[in-house]
Nanobody, 128 residues
Framework: RVQLVESGGGSVQSGGSLTLTCAVSGYTYSHFLIGWFRRTPGDGREGVAAIDGDDKLAYADSVQGRFTISKDNTNTIVNLQMRDLKPEDTAMYYC??????????????????????WGQGTLVTVPS
């Protein structure tokens, strides 16, 4: 079964940058798609970025232009580069498998909590 392991979180000053990494193994769905979603301290949930096997991308409006999702050629590493971080980006970040949907649909699926497998998460803190 698919396993996802996130890393790279930490505390960063407002305006700073971080890169999160998702290590992907055991992915057997016919359509590859990995997304990132976040859960805020108030238990809000938001799908923020997604990428499929053809490198089609989607971003939430809240992160468009600041976050960049990418993957390696073997589909085993998916990175989320985050820049110009703001206090409202403070959240636990998770990567998730959302096969069978285009990237823009995957954002809504993750926001609704209907994604497939996801990892243990990595915490990003941007103090105000």
């Amino acid at each position: 079964r698919v396993q996802l392991v996130e890393s790279g979180g930490g505390s960063v000053q407002s305006g700073g940058s971080l890169t999160l990494t998702c290590a992907v193994s055991g992915y057997t769905y016919s359509h590859f798609l990995i997304g990132w979603f976040r859960r805020t301290p108030g238990d809000g949930r938001e799908g923020v970025a997604a990428i499929d096997g053809d490198d089609k991308l989607a971003y939430a409006d809240s992160v468009q232009g600041r976050f960049t999702i990418s993957k390696d050629n073997t589909n085993t590493i998916v990175n989320l580069q985050m820049r110009d971080l703001k206090p409202e980006d403070t959240a636990m970040y998770y990567c998730a498998a959302v096969g069978g949907h285009p990237p823009y649909e995957a954002l809504g699926i993750m926001t609704a909590g209907r994604q497939g497998a996801w990892g243990q998460g990595t915490l990003v803190t941007v103090p105000s």
